[in-house]
């Protein structure tokens, strides 16, 4: 009986070849984008996975409150929470610090020579980092590497780097040609789905050394990434209630004297990749992003019922085709269970040659698709159990949801009826067939709307004025490896660059536009305002910092060589004047801060975007500091820049022998805040496009049989006179009657969708309702241009054949 069925289905897939390529188009298309889209999202959800005690794991999160108000999140939080948590709570099982550094690592090899390498992919770790995550050494003991100074671990890829083939253990690395640190172990490389990445875990004893011990008892130096092991089955709300009245009662005095509090919030480690938006993240260009998952989510389900509602419309048009083989059949003694069970087969057939079309499609393009997404989704998906079971269940899902209704449909035509004639007058499934055409179109409509709209926001953010010129600016690393002599070597390769053609200035900061400010300390007036303090970050300049950027002042002076006492004044931005509650910048001119010392305030700088446009404006301090420069940043001659950056190449290694040239271009770097965005965008404008060709393959495909039926009304309405035009229209009409209907139901959802998602941008775009105009007008030229192929050949064909028998 099965061989039977699938007999009967193959012959009419061959009978009506056009229908079935079609069908077989759509499921394709449809499971690829599903199966793509969907191991995309299950890499997203994968990161820190790995870790076999993740669901225990959670992250401090630090949130400041000043007068009342939030100041900030960040998610490095003080280094004495963690002893804290782990001293006075016995849910807290362990706890670890990471505290981010970077500088040239150096091994002095006995057959290769000196091997330098900048390294920016380094932390300083509490011993305990082994215990609580799943970082795997090969070499070395997990429990005592870390411990004592000076001590390092590295990942098989840096010792690679270093060592080649010798045995890393007991080698002794060089820091920044200062610090020695003894290699005591080797760790796998970092899996690529972690949220924190790192090449070198340092041993925290060397922090303690440096900060005399201030790295273990300190509750206002944020930079520590704190994660606390919590025992199995462990009530986190009841945990947090209760730390934070251990806070309220140990702080709970300190804040109040400088109108302050600190909140200190328990974070699953598991929400940090999607949900996590803070200051200081472990990997800031690397976050995820939690409502484009769904929204990526959305888009694959939607596709993948596009291509079944494909399925469902034909096969319900193409009821009145198949009446009469239904009535035979039910005449010979089929029952309609077998009937069913005929229809099916044939819905299994199409299912399955599209399924395994669709898995050789996935693998050919899976390295293209990683591309497109900015994520290197391992190939091994696709050997894994769960893809699959997704394989299998979208397969089985398929074949009944799309198979189901027209089989039920189909079996249903009674002989009597079908064999008279009278079969023509019934309309089964016109009404669902007009409201999944509805609804494929409007769901069309707002994806259009929802992948313009995050275009132009995408364009505006990145064409904004920042107030700021990174143009033409290349920027060199400043050097790690630094002498008694530091500033005298900068003051001489600063000569040197001014020199080279093409270069008209040369600055030196601690930061640059786009770099996220580590340099925080808190600050207050001297005198008047409210008298408490507020965190603020600082850069460190030199006298060209601002005009070489085209920073404008507000109010006051820059830095000036003529000033020899600048190193007690300091400038502000305005978003500070007016946190400290100075009346205009004008006012704050003179005034004297406390910033550790006291600084009198000479200038106050106009606001500019120091991060991207998805960030607010922040307050920011700026000190005469050169001599910490960590980036030296050059005005160039972008049309020669390949020459002027080799001429620099030779003073650089003459100056600075021993440290690495690491350089980029501002612009760039600053752009890559937008990089998850626009990936984001390219990639759901992708898929946009394929649900909208696969719901017009549908549409294609319906408007071809729907004309069909109709071709002996053409014939007439031509010999009395109707033009090709009046046909088609005639026959267009009602395809376009449906989108419109489709635009008018689609458009309110569109805007509230994209409403939402602009209100977390303090920077956006207004919606231009001519915007969702221009999209449901696409949709209908593009639903008219489907249908009209087959109306005007329909309407072209000459009478005399078409009615000939007539």
């Known amino acids: 009986m099965i061989r039977n069925y699938l007999i009967t289905a193959f012959r009419n897939f061959l009978r009506h070849r056009s229908f079935t390529f079609l069908n077989v188009t759509g499921l394709t298309l449809g499971m690829i984008a599903s199966l793509l889209i969907l191991q995309y999202v299950k890499y997203e959800r994968s990161y820190d996975t790995f870790h076999s005690r993740a669901n225990d794991i959670y992250r401090i999160q630090y949130n400041q409150w000043q007068n009342g108000k939030l100041r900030f999140e960040c998610a490095a939080a003080v280094p004495a929470v963690g002893p804290a948590l782990k001293n006075n709570f016995p849910e807290v099982k362990s706890f670890t610090r990471l505290f981010p550094v970077s500088g040239v690592m150096t091994y002095d090899s006995p057959e290769r020579g000196q091997i330098a390498f900048q390294e920016e992919k380094m932390q300083i770790a509490d011993s305990s980092v082994f215990a609580i995550f799943d970082f795997t050494l090969v070499q070395g003991d997990p429990v005592h590497s870390l411990e004592g100074p000076n001590k390092v671990v590295m990942s098989q890829r840096a010792a690679k780097k270093y060592f080649a083939t010798e045995d890393p253990l007991g080698k002794i690395l060089r820091m920044d040609g200062q610090e020695k640190y003894e290699v005591t172990g080797i760790f796998k490389d970092v899996p690529e789905n972690s949220h924190i990445k790192f090449d070198f875990l340092l041993s925290y004893q060397t922090l303690d050394n440096r900060s005399h011990n201030n790295s273990q008892t300190n509750w206002g130096w944020y930079d520590f990434n704190t994660y606390v092991l919590l025992e199995p089955g462990t009530d986190v709300p009841a945990l947090q209630a209760k730390w934070n009245n251990y806070l309220e009662h140990e702080r709970g005095e300190g804040w109040k004297k400088d109108n302050v509090k600190q909140e200190f919030l328990l974070k699953p480690l598991l929400g940090i990749h999607l949900y996590a938006n803070l200051l200081q993240e472990s990997e800031p260009d690397e976050r995820g992003n939690g409502d484009s998952v769904y929204a990526l989510t959305f888009i694959a389900l939607f596709i993948l019922v596009i291509a079944w509602i494909n399925y469902i419309n034909l096969a319900t048009a193409r009821s009145l085709d198949r009446a009469n083989e239904v009535g035979v059949r039910k005449v010979m003694g089929a029952q309609k269970q077998q009937l069913i069970y005929q229809f099916l087969a044939e819905s299994f057939m199409l299912n399955l ?267 920011l301090v700026f000190r005469f500091t050169p001599e910490y420069a960590r980036f030296y940043a050059f005005k160039v001659d972008e049309a020669n820049y390949r020459n002027v950056l080799a001429a620099l190449e030779k003073p650089w290694k003459e100056i600075f022998p021993g440290n690495p040239l690491e350089y980029f271009f501002l612009d760039e770097y600053f752009n890559r805040q937008y990089e998850s965005d626009r990936l984001f965008s390219q990639t759901f404008t992708l898929f946009t496009a394929l649900a909208i060709f696969i719901a017009c393959l549908g549409l294609f495909g319906l408007a071809s049989f729907m004309t069909l039926q109709r071709t002996k009304e053409i014939g007439v309405r031509k010999v009395l006179g109707s033009s090709v035009a009046d046909v088609v229209i005639l026959l267009s009409r009602g395809f376009v009657q449906l989108v419109l209907i489709a635009n008018l139901l689609a458009w309110p959802l569109a805007w509230y969708i994209m409403d939402q998602w602009l209100a977390g941008f303090p920077y956006h775009i207004s919606i231009n309702p001519l915007l969702f105009v221009a999209a449901g007008g696409a949709v209908v030229l593009i639903a008219f241009l489907s249908v009209s192929l087959q109306t005007i050949r329909a309407a072209r064909a000459n009478p005399a054949k078409t009615l000939k028998y007539e």
């Open 353 to 619: 040659v599209a399924t395994v079309v669709a898995l050789a499609a996935v693998r050919a393009v899976w390295p293209f698709f990683s591309e497109l997404s900015g994520r290197n989704i391992p190939m091994a998906f696709m050997g894994e159990s769960d893809f699959w079971f997704l394989v299998i269940g979208l397969f089985t899902l398929g074949t009944v949801l799309s198979g189901f209704y027209p089989a039920i449909i189909l079996s249903s035509f009674k002989p009597v009826a079908v064999l008279k004639g009278k079969i023509a007058r019934v309309t089964h499934g016109n009404m669902l067939r007009k409201s999944l055409v509805v609804f494929q179109f409007a769901a069309s409509v707002v994806l259009i709307s929802v992948s313009i709209v995050v275009y132009q926001q995408l364009s505006y953010m990145r064409q904004q004025d920042l107030g700021v010129d990174i143009h033409r600016t290349l920027v060199f690393r400043a050097p790690s490896v630094t002498d008694s002599l530091h500033e005298q070597r900068t003051a001489s390769f600063k000569t040197e660059a001014l020199r080279v053609p093409g270069v008209t200035s040369m600055s030196g900061a601690t930061s640059i536009p786009g770099d996220e400010i580590f340099w925080a300390n808190s600050i207050r007036r001297l005198t008047g305002g409210s008298g408490s303090s507020i965190s603020g970050y600082t850069v460190g300049i030199d006298h060209d910092y601002i005009p070489a950027f085209g920073l404008k002042l507000a109010a006051g002076r820059n830095f000036d060589r003529e000033f020899t006492g600048d190193k007690k004044s300091i400038i502000l931005n305005q978003a500070m004047t007016e946190a400290l509650d100075f009346e205009s910048p004008a006012a704050a001119i003179g005034q004297s801060v406390i910033q550790g010392d006291t600084f009198q305030i000479v200038g106050v700088l106009e606001d500019f975007h120091q991060m991207s446009l998805k960030e607010a404006v922040t307050p």
